[in-house]
Nanobody
Framework: VQLQASGGGLVQAGGSLRLSCAAS????????MDWFRQAPGKEREFVAA????????YYADSVKGRFTISRDNAKNTVYLRMNNLKPEDTAVYYC??????????????WGQGTLVTVSS
């Protein structure tokens, strides 16, 4: 499975972005899909996850109420809508595939990252 993240960029605080993660090589419809992020000088951290059906989602407390994860299995794509962005959201964002939502932080496939920079 190859995961290609896109949609990052520079945005002012309070703005919005939508990240996309397109899968190729095989379908990811049976996998839970995650977003992680890594800020400069910090460890990679979990952001959000969605079950294979889209019926269950999880969020880090720091993004709850501002970020929304979704997926379109017909397009083999996962999205992360980010609203009310803050400077502390600045990071490289990575999409990933996990075997299940229950094991959402046990990653089977990583994508490359896309940089999000939020200016104050």
């Amino acid at each position: 499975v190859q995961l290609q993240a896109s949609g990052g960029g520079l945005v002012q605080a309070g703005g919005s972005l939508r990240l996309s993660c397109a899968a190729s090589g095989r379908t990811v419809n049976t996998y839970a899909m995650d977003w992680f992020r890594q800020a400069p000088g910090k460890e990679r951290e979990f952001v959000a996850a969605i079950s294979w059906s889209g019926g269950t989602t999880y969020y880090a407390d720091s993004v709850k109420g501002r970020f929304t994860i979704s997926r379109d299995n017909a397009k083999n794509t996962v999205y992360l809508r980010m609203n009310n962005l803050k400077p502390e959201d600045t990071a490289v964002y990575y999409c990933a595939a996990a075997n299940s939502i229950a094991t959402r932080e046990e990653i089977r496939y990583w994508g490359q990252g896309t940089l999000v920079t939020v200016s104050s």
